[in-house]
């Protein structure tokens, strides 16, 4: 059988497919997460080391990180993915699991980059109604607390809060319930999936603005997504875990 990996997040959708493909006897074999080497967290989510392990620890699962500088560009970003996913393919490894929803852009390029290295792209979620799937995933038992929001969508009164239905009746109507566009950022601290809940403490929420990608990057990135954006959020609000 094939060995696979799941794209861990921390947050909410990452643990879905998971628990999906537990489900269907399909456990991943390792998670894989990308960390912010400046800033030793996840990358996006903001989340310390100290609570992926513990969340990895839960799941009864390894853990492998690949570390980037904040300030990494397009093709520096690509050439490391595609380093460290050929040393994976060496280890056995054949199919990485995403939690991706509806980003068409976002699946191809992942596909793209994959098939560079001969591995497969699994997207157990793929176009599923978002405020059914919100739903499922509340419904499931995972409970996950929101520790970003953009700045640009949702103001800082929306994090730290539980993902739940009051959560998700409190969102203004052009933001998906899933957080598909990137408006909201979730860490899971209980699942069905965990041996047990994760303790957190809830620390100090901080804005924080990152400048857009240069010219550069931007068309590094449209050659391998054309349907992409080219303008990029520059503004989140976190909340600080630990």
Known sequence: MS???????????????LHK????????????????????????????LNLLEQQAEKLKLPLY????HKDVSMADYNQIMLNNL??????????????????????????????????KAIFPLWQQNTKNLAQKIIASGIKAVVVSVNAKYLDKRFVGRIYNEKFLNDLPKNVDWCGENG?????VFDSPDFSSPIDFTKGEIVFKSYKPCTKDDQNTYRKEAKNTTTKWDTGFWFIDLY
Do not use: C
């Open 21 to 48: 493909s537990i489900q269907k006897g399909q456990k991943p074999d390792a998670l894989l997460t990308t960390i912010n080497k400046d800033f030793e967290r996840v990358s996006m989510h903001g989340i310390n």
């Open 65 to 68: 990180k690949i570390s980037m």
């Open 86 to 119: 050929t040393q994976l393919k060496e280890k056995g490894f054949k199919q990485i699991v995403f939690g991706d929803i509806l980003l068409e852009d976002l699946k191809t390029f992942r596909e793209q980059e994959l098939s560079k290295a001969n591995l």
């Open 3 to 17: 060995k696979s990996l799941l794209s861990w997040s921390t947050g909410k959708d990452a643990a879905y497919s």
């Open 183 to 187: 408006e909201f950022h979730t860490f």
